[in-house]
C-alpha cells in the first residue's frame, strides 16, 4: 500500500482514454509474449482501477503473469 495520499481526479468522463489505456495494456502484454488475451478481461482490469495506470498495470500483471 502507498505512503503517498490518493489523488482523485474526474476522468470518467473520458473513455477515449480508457480506451488508450486497455491499447497500453494489450501491447505490453503482447511484448512480454503473452498471446492469448482476453479483450472483455482487459476491460474490466482497466474500468476498475482507471485512471490509476499503475494499479491497472499491477492488476494485469497479476491477472496474466
Known amino acids: ?5 490518493p489523488v482523485h481526479f474526474d ?5 477515449a482514454l480508457q480506451l488508450q489505456i486497455e491499447a497500453r495494456i494489450q501491447r505490453i502484454l503482447h511484448a512480454e509474449g ?3 488475451v482476453d479483450l472483455a478481461v482487459v ?4 474500468k476498475q482501477s482507471f485512471p490509476d ?7 494485469a500483471q ?3 503473469g
Open 62 to 64: 497479476f491477472m496474466f
Open 1 to 5: 500500500r502507498s505512503r503517498c495520499l
Open 53 to 59: 495506470v499503475r494499479r491497472t498495470l499491477k492488476h
Open 11 to 15: 476522468l470518467h468522463a473520458e473513455p
Open 43 to 46: 476491460h474490466d482490469i482497466a
Open 34 to 36: 503473452i498471446e492469448h
